[in-house]
């Protein structure tokens, strides 16, 4: 039965020399019973996790109790080839370990068996589940066609950075910002056109901020940019240079060559505001202000000076 069953089975005595040693160990390692016979562990397998496999034997030896390893707490004790393809992508089994006391006739406990189960087929299958599940978890916080995050998922965060703000007073900024005139865009050049000129802004957007900041989809043609750690002023440079940017950019599309610009509104993270809603409030009328001064602007406002009105 040892020999049959379809786990790895060998016996170790108090030195770690092999005792049994059974097929399916045989077919693995490509060694046989008798080549390693009586042979230390750790000499016939130099690389197994040597200081990790022998505390772990000591304290079966020690403890007189079971002990069991799975694959999610360590991939494998012997580097065996992974021989199911079909479910396989990994190139070694994936492996969980018991090891069992051995009770001799006397009472004492001088050999412990060890049972390898090769696992590969579950963890594949795991670990191609958790794959799908992060793709799906950065689909559900992506716009599709920008690639920034969208609108659910940004304001979370904004939601968050507001938090963070209530308990340290370190202040962010928030920037919103739209695309000036977007609908003769569209009833111009076509709506393609007027997509393609979404993805380049966005890819602006991405570049001119820092990897702390946090730029998402708003709605159609509007954005936001939360900018960590970053007062009003600060906020005033990375929105001029990404104004500049767009408006230098000449667009090329579909045999249509044109400009476009951008009008952004300021506000800083305030002590005042009672939710995120409010920043939020707080940007948008800044930007309207750019917008109703003539637009290809940058504004700022202070909370205090928007309840005032
Ligand atoms: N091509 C394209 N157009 C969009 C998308 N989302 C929103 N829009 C269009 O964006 C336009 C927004 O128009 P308005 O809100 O009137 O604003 P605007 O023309 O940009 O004018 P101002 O913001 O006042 O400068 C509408 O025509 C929408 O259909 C999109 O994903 N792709």
Redo the contacts with the bound molecule.
């Keep these: 039965m040892v020999h049959t069953i379809d786990a790895g089975l060998m016996v170790i005595d108090k030195q770690a020399r092999i005792q049994v040693w059974n097929s399916f160990m045989e077919n693995h390692s490509g060694f046989s019973a008798q080549q390693v016979s009586n042979k230390q562990l750790f000499d016939v397998f130099p690389d197994l996790a040597r200081s990790w496999l022998e505390r772990k034997i000591e304290t079966v030896f020690k403890l007189r109790t079971p002990s069991f390893t799975t694959w999610e707490q360590r991939p494998f004790v012997f580097e065996f080839g992974n021989y199911r393809p079909l479910t396989g992508k990994s190139a070694h089994m994936y492996q969980n370990m018991t090891m069992i006391p051995l009770n001799s006739v006397s009472g004492d406990v001088d050999h412990l068996c060890i049972i390898i189960y090769d696992v590969s087929d579950v963890a594949n299958s795991q670990l191609q589940l958790a794959d799908v599940n992060q793709e799906l978890k950065v689909l559900s916080r992506t716009d599709r066609?920008t690639g920034l995050f969208n609108r659910g998922y940004w304001e979370e965060q904004l939601s968050s950075e507001f938090n963070r703000f209530k308990r340290t007073q370190k202040t962010s900024t928030l920037v919103m910002f739209?695309?000036?005139?977007?609908?003769?865009?569209?009833?111009n050049y076509?709506?393609?056109?007027?997509?393609e000129?979404?993805k380049v802004c966005s890819f602006y957007f991405q570049q001119c901020a820092r990897n702390t900041d946090v730029v998402g989809r708003y709605?159609?043609?509007?954005f936001g940019a939360i900018l960590i750690d970053t007062d009003a002023q600060q906020a005033m440079f990375f929105c001029e240079r990404l104004r500049k940017k767009i408006a230098e950019h000449r667009f090329e599309l579909q045999g249509f060559s044109f400009n476009i610009t951008i009008?952004l509104g300021i506000c800083e993270s305030d002590p005042g505001m009672l939710d995120h809603t409010q920043w939020i409030q707080g940007s948008d009328k800044a930007l309207y202000t750019s917008?109703e001064s003539g637009?290809n602007l940058t504004s700022s406002i202070r909370f205090s000076e928007l309840s005032l009105e």
């Design positions: 066609l739209d695309i000036d005139h977007f609908k003769a865009v569209n009833d076509g709506h393609h056109v007027g997509d000129v979404i709605g159609g043609e509007e009008s917008k637009r």
